[in-house]
């Protein structure tokens, strides 16, 4: 049986129904009426999943006509060749961003982490899972470790008022980076923290960062593939005639 909650569960069938193409764009949905009879729920909890949508812009309404099918939201997009602070990427596009703070605590190194980080094995380091919305939905799940001996008030931060890009950038200025990107099935926690179907599929930005010579972070930011994209841009210099 489903355990989602209900408005979830009627938001889920209506997006169903449009990416089956049962309701194209431009198409009117059923009523709230209708959708009230059909899942024998309050009119309520069918006014919380459409409103849902429509601040997603899957929806929009139309004043005395219905709801109608909106032509799907073009996707986030981040630079592949730069970090920008994913608060700042977000509210740029005009969308309201707020975070949820998972885990904040220190843990010792094992064998990939300390690979990764270019640590002793069993060397402290501290951690963070923050995830990131847009709109109320989940666009970004950050999990990061970071060495302690270049930033060492980490864990001091309030990471609900600052990102962790944010007080690395101030507190360990940039001076490289490192990016692998693969395309995945995430597990299962992975899946509901970023409220994917089933199989869909999850886009994961590895990311290694230096100061100087010191290799500070190692993060791993997982999107929705649906919903975020990453582009680069490189410009050639020009042959002198």
Do not use: W
């Given at each position: 049986m489903p355990t989602s909650p209900l408005y979830q569960q009627i938001k889920q069938h209506i997006i169903e129904q449009i990416e089956s193409g049962y309701w194209p764009v431009g198409e009117r949905i059923s009523t709230e009426l209708e959708l009230t009879e059909q899942f024998s729920v309050s009119r309520m909890t069918v006014n919380k999943a459409i409103r849902d949508l429509v601040s997603?812009?899957?929806?929009?309404?139309?004043?005395?006509?219905?709801?109608?099918?909106?032509?799907a939201p073009e996707k986030a997009e981040s630079p592949?060749?730069?970090?920008?602070?994913?608060?700042?990427?977000?509210?740029?596009?005009?969308?309201?961003y707020h975070?949820?703070?998972?885990?904040?605590?220190?843990?010792?190194?094992?064998?990939?982490?300390?690979?990764?980080?270019?640590?002793?094995?069993?060397t402290p380091l501290f951690y963070s899972e923050i995830l990131h919305y847009a709109n109320d939905q989940p666009l970004q799940l950050e999990i990061r470790w970071?060495?302690?001996?270049?930033?060492?008030?980490?864990?001091?931060?309030?990471?609900?008022?600052?990102?962790?890009?944010?007080?690395?950038?101030?507190?360990?200025?940039?001076?490289?980076?490192?990016h692998t990107v693969e395309a995945l099935?995430?597990?299962?926690?992975?899946?509901?923290?970023?409220?994917?179907?089933a199989n869909e599929p999850c886009l994961l930005l590895n990311r290694r960062t230096w100061s100087g010579e010191h290799l500070v972070s190692f993060a791993q930011l997982y999107h929705p593939a649906s919903k975020y994209k990453l582009s680069s841009k490189i410009v050639y210099p020009q042959p002198q005639a």
């Open positions: 997603e812009g899957r929806l929009q309404r139309r004043p005395r006509l219905g709801t109608f099918v909106c032509a592949l060749l730069d970090i920008r602070n994913i608060a700042e990427e977000i509210v740029s596009r005009g969308q309201r975070n949820k703070v998972r885990a904040h605590q220190s843990l010792i190194a094992d064998e990939t982490l300390a690979t990764q980080l270019g640590v002793m094995l069993a970071v060495n302690p001996r270049y930033a060492p008030d980490y864990l001091k931060q309030d990471f609900t008022h600052i990102t962790p890009n944010q007080y690395l950038s101030e507190a360990c200025p940039l001076s490289a980076i490192e099935i995430a597990d299962k926690p992975i899946s509901e923290a970023l409220l994917l179907k």
